[in-house]
């Protein structure tokens, strides 16, 4: 299993100078196995992702060769879907695309998406995309192929709900969770479960644990749905992963680089994911 992360950072795009080392377009990120692409999220970090298919895929001919791809949504949002609009691939009627999420109070995944689109938002309406699209509905507690790996979900943490997944392929296995909380300074026995054994953990690090308090500005960041690296590694140490990938950053790069230094000495296995970065499962 091949992963790459496209965008790494939370809430918002936030591009410049303090962001350059690990970068600042929001969640995105590519699964690859065998014939299987994965797409975790749809942050501003599938722009780019989308470029790079589409290079990939180029044909002789000067077309594009198909991309089938599976895009699966921790929740909706803005920050986990406003690269949608901007793939390219979805404007090319080459492409499949199955795109995954569970339903919210308001509508399923499709409607989500389509609202999303109209207007005054966009210009473009997702019924006019060009690639084949289709839409499922999950549940956490499924558990289903996508391609030659398995995806389970649980219900995380998090305002509005999100979803964290299990994916298992080639005996690796590696979980996105992202958007999630861990309540007073309880293990998340959902999520606990679901990481169990895992060679990856991706986790919402997105505040420093002082920050979390308020300790740095008087304003404490508990219930606002993010995690901190301490609880990471707490989970990851529980859950006997491997490895830690610390995501959904909520500093600039300096503040960054000390909390992953941090993390790292408590738990070896700890890495502050960048724009970039690919690990081999
Ligand atoms: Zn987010
Ligand atoms: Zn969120």
Redesign the pocket.
Known sequence: MFVKFWGVH??LPCPGPKTLKYGGN??CVEVRSDGTLLILDAGTGIVELGMDLLLRHRAASGGITKIVGHILLSHF?W??VHGFAFFRPCYLRENEFHVYGVRNLEANVRTTLERQMAEPNFPIRLEHLAASLHFHDIEPGDSFPVGDLNVTVAKLSHPGDSYGYRIEGNGKVMIYA??TEHVDDEMDEALLKLAYKADLLVYDSMFAPEQYLGLWDKLPRRKWGHSTWEQGVALAQAAKVKRLALF?HGNEDSVIEELEKQAKERFPGAMAAYEGLEIQL
């Open positions: 939370g809430s929001t969640p949002h920050d986990h992202t958007d959904h």
